[in-house]
């Protein structure tokens, strides 16, 4: 299986602070990297596909990009909806394989 | 717009099947697009995938659970369902149902059912 490793695995922002997180893949997966964002009590919702391709209706403030192992999700001003944690998931081989999560609170 | 919604007990004794069913409206399931997956997350952790099926009755299953894990689906009820056997309290999580689409990803998920095993 390949393993997903996300950093950091929290951190406190501020609303209107860029927030950077890194998603790490333990073998190259070309540019098969999703990304998931989920509120406590929610299911996940699917924000970036493709590593860089935004999903409809998202919020054009974030965004992803990398190739191979390395993948990064910007959310460029931080909003108070988007306090949440957040997943990034490989669809590269079978099984698709989750990162641990990454979560965002208030600073 | 299309929908997902998980149905199944919510309480499970050790070594019995869980058995869970996806009902999707709004769309259909026969969609040569998609595949329908199931998606567990245990209290506190992380997503783990489960299994897939394709409307014409193709699955692909996480191997780290294949030999428990059967998946079905039900084209004339617009159903697929999750039967997983032998389960201990590791089980214990709730259980999405998905669709995943073209580019692997997963759009569209139900709210989620918490089974919890014990006895």
């Known amino acids: 299986d390949i393993q997903m490793t996300q950093s950091p695995s929290s951190l406190s922002a501020s609303v209107g602070d860029r927030v950077t997180i890194t998603c790490r893949a333990s073998?190259?997966?070309?540019?098969?990297l999703n990304w998931y964002q989920q509120k406590p009590g929610k299911a996940p919702k699917l924000l970036i596909y493709?590593?860089?391709s935004l999903q409809s209706g998202v919020p054009s403030r974030f965004s992803g990009s990398g190739s191979g192992t390395d993948f990064t999700l910007t959310i460029s001003s931080l909003q108070p909806e988007d306090f949440a944690t957040y997943y990034c998931?490989?669809?590269?081989?079978?099984?698709?394989?989750f990162g641990p999560g990454t979560k965002v609170d208030i600073k | 717009q299309l929908q997902l919604q998980e149905s199944g007990p919510g309480l499970v004794k050790p070594s019995e099947t869980l058995s869970l069913t996806c009902t999707v409206s709004?769309?259909?399931?026969?969609?040569?697009?998609?595949?329908w997956g199931w998606i567990r997350q245990p209290p506190g952790k992380g997503l783990e995938w489960i299994g897939s099926i394709y409307y014409s009755g193709s699955t692909y299953y996480n191997p780290s659970l294949k030999s428990r894990v059967t998946i079905s689906v039900d084209t004339s009820k617009n159903q697929f369902s999750l039967k997983l056997s032998s389960v201990t309290a590791a089980d214990t999580a709730v259980y999405y149902c998905?669709?995943?689409?073209?580019?692997?990803?997963?759009?569209?998920w139900g709210q989620g059912t918490m089974v919890t095993v014990s006895s």
């Open positions: 709004g769309g259909s399931i026969s969609s040569s697009s998609y595949y």
């Open positions: 493709a590593a860089s």
């Open positions: 998905a669709r995943r689409v073209a580019t692997n990803a997963f759009d569209i």
């Open positions: 073998q190259s997966i070309s540019s098969y």
């Open positions: 998931q490989q669809s590269y081989s079978t099984p698709p394989t």
